[in-house]
């Protein structure tokens, strides 16, 4: 039976047809190689998380999903040798597309997978709000990272850059409108390096004052104290002066009072001194300090200067003011309030009104 000659080309341009014994050789052998190489990788990986400190990315799940990762792109490089995944779209083959798009969600799985395992770590070390800022950076930049590459290995990035060069004004703006984006971007980066504050301090930035809420990639959420949300750029908190009101353990608490002329200095001093011994919330060490600061126009004016636990430095304020107070009218020591005496240039005549 004769085959038509057009049946013949037909046949002949399948990619069935041109498979060979050497293409087969090649197919069987990456696929040897991309088994062996995916093994010896997860081996690799696993010995190297009993060693590692940074477990949250290097562990068994990451073994795993790499040796999958591996073996999967063997074997379509093994069906690309054959010719079966050589069809043509776009410029690029489906070979390499299909390779991008699985290195892409094979990293998005390691990405997502250290993400929860930092957010479950920073739930069990007490460092949660840390961790949560940790891992959103990783995770984005994971996945900036490999769309790159999946961009690259698709054979996309030549194309891309016609474009960009094709649409250049259009860049042009778009850069100008997304500068403010990149800047709070990067301010977000460093300011987690820096570490400048973190989620529960009390702070007082950009004119604002409060709680750190939440610490985000682009802004930074302050509750302020009368309760409101501040939303504030990263650019804008990186770049103020950030006045962290409980980053160490102890704060000092400055009060001033004062007596009257007529006191005894020395007593005064001591019934302060003696105030503070009592306070249990009032640090021995760093010791406090009470002196005279000034000779007012009114007043002797005593400086106190106390330690106290910084989460309790506003209560600490409160009471010893209370407490000195109550304590100086206890032994009877006058705080006066500001005297003025008035000279006049004439004799001041007054008058008297009889009922």
Known sequence: MEIPLNTTALLSSMPLANITMLSVGKAIAIAIIGLVLANLLKKWIIELSRTTK???????????????????????????????LSIRIAGTTLSNI??????????????????????????????????????????YSLLTIAFLIALNIAGFTGKLTTLVVAGGITGIVLGFSAQTVIANFI???FMYFDKPLKIGDPVEVAGYSGIVNDIRILSTR?????????????????????????????RRVDVLIGIAYKEDISRAIEVIKKTLEEMPLVLAEPEPMVY??????????????????????????????????????????????????????????VKVEKD
């Open 187 to 189: 301010s977000g980066i």
């Open 98 to 139: 299909i390779t991008a798009f699985l290195v892409f969600y094979f990293s998005y799985l390691i990405a997502k997978k250290s993400k929860d395992y930092l957010l479950m770590s920073g739930a069990k070390k007490g460092n949660l709000p840390e961790m949560q800022l940790k891992a959103k950076l990783f995770y």
């Open 54 to 84: 940074y477990v949250w990315i290097i562990n068994e799940d990451t073994a795993n999903t790499v040796q999958k990762l591996v073996i999967v792109i063997a074997m379509i490089y093994s069906l690309d040798t054959l010719g079966i």
């Open 292 to 349: 005279v600061n000034e000779l007012a126009e009114s007043s002797v004016n005593i400086y106190v200067k106390a330690w106290a636990p910084s989460e309790k430095w506003f209560d600490v304020r409160s009471t010893i003011l209370q407490k000195l107070k109550e304590a100086l009218d206890k032994e009877g020591i006058e705080i006066p309030f500001p005297q003025r005496v008035n000279w006049f240039a004439e004799e001041l005549r």
């Open 222 to 250: 302050i509750r302020t104290w009368d309760g409101t949300l501040v939303r504030i750029p990263n650019e804008k908190v990186f770049n103020s002066e950030i006045r962290n009101l409980q980053k160490y353990p102890a």
